[in-house]
């Protein structure tokens, strides 16, 4: 996807960046990734507890996962601006400043 992303930019001459905080000066919250997944087994009757299981499997492995992620990622988890903080984990239904974000409509299903 990145190959594609720099093809598209390099035919319409310009420039794109994947630093998660491109422009560092000023109280804002730069850029995330926001991506929703599945499993068959979450999407099946009591899906729910399947999520958390993968939650909680993601959260015991938080700061491996972020040490791989690439740089510059302290200056966009600040924990302000609907982001979590770099160093800590969490979830939660509906709750912008997560980690993970479950669905209203995911848990209530």
């Keep these: 996807s990145r190959y594609i992303l720099q093809r598209v930019c390099e035919d319409f001459q310009v420039y794109c960046t994947l630093h ?5 000066e000023g109280d804002w919250n730069g850029a995330g990734m926001h991506t929703n997944v599945s499993t068959k087994e979450m999407r099946e009757e009591g899906g729910i507890d399947a999520i958390r299981k993968a939650i909680y499997k993601l959260g015991a492995k938080h700061e ?3 040490a791989v992620y690439g740089t510059g990622n302290e200056l966009r988890l600040t ?4 982001t979590a ?3 800590d984990f969490c979830f939660g239904v509906a709750n912008r400043g ?4 479950i669905v209203r409509d995911t848990e209530a299903e």
């Design 85 to 87: 903080s770099i160093n």
């Design 20 to 24: 998660p905080k491109p422009i560092v």
């Design 98 to 101: 997560a980690s993970i974000r």
């Design 64 to 66: 491996e996962h972020i």
């Design 79 to 82: 924990g302000k601006h609907e």
